[in-house]
Each structure stands twice: as structure tokens, then as C-alpha cells.
């Protein structure tokens, strides 16, 4: 029912900056939060942001003053800029969305997952 299509990522040094989008496609019903993820080797996927429908951001504590989630809700398309980066946030970043059909029904969604490295 949806497609997430992510870009961005690729190589960063410290300290710098680099950013991430992700586009949903849908046939029908709609698009609900949406957000970012990452797994880095050997560790769990963890929260990166997310933001709700409304465009309110929640982020992890990792990514407070960092990391700038947005969207444009009329492409169903979230962003991540990322700034002041760091060694440990090199992981494979996944984008996420919440889908609700015509009759309500959610499901979640993932993308493919884009590689961010950070390194000097």
C-alpha cells in the first residue's frame, strides 16, 4: 500500500552536515507520523525523530539540537538535516511512516534504509 523511497546519507565528516528525505507513495488512505530510525552494527534500531501529522518533531536525546526533522505533508515526504555530526551516528538510517486506510486500518511502513557514515 505505501512505498518509501529514501536519499541522502553517504559519507560525513565530524562536524559537519548532511541530510536525509524520504517520500511515501500512496494509492489510497493516508500518511500519519512519520519519521527516522537507525541501526548501527552489532546494536538495535533505535528512535532517531519522528513528527506527527500535525508537524510536531519529537527527538531522541541523541539528536536534540543536531538533528532537524520536517515535512511537507502534501508530498508525503519527511526530512532529516543532520548537523554537528558525529563518529556514533554512522548507521543505516530507515524512514518510517504510519499509514491509515480509507477505513482506518494502520499499518507501519519502513524504508530500505540509506547508509550514513561519519568519519575524518
Known amino acids: 500500500q505505501v512505498q518509501l523511497v529514501e536519499s541522502g546519507g553517504g559519507l560525513g565528516q565530524p562536524g559537519g552536515s548532511l541530510s536525509l528525505s524520504c517520500a511515501a507513495s500512496i494509492s489510497r488512505g493516508s500518511i500519519d507520523n512519520m519519521g527516522w530510525y537507525r541501526q548501527a552494527p552489532g546494536k538495535q534500531r533505535e528512535l532517531v525523530a519522528t513528527i506527527t501529522g500535525g508537524g510536531r518533531p519529537n527527538y531522541a536525546n541523541s539528536a536534540k539540537g543536531r538533528f532537524t526533522i520536517s515535512r511537507d505533508s502534501g508530498k508525503n515526504t519527511v526530512y532529516l538535516q543532520m548537523s554537528s555530526l558525529k563518529p556514533e551516528d554512522t548507521a543505516v538510517y530507515y524512514c518510517?511512516?504510519?499509514?491509515?486506510?480509507?477505513?482506518?486500518?494502520?499499518?507501519?511502513?519502513w524504508g530500505q534504509g540509506t547508509q550514513v557514515t561519519v568519519s575524518s
Open positions: 518510517y511512516a504510519v499509514w491509515f486506510s480509507p477505513s482506518w486500518a494502520r499499518s507501519d511502513y
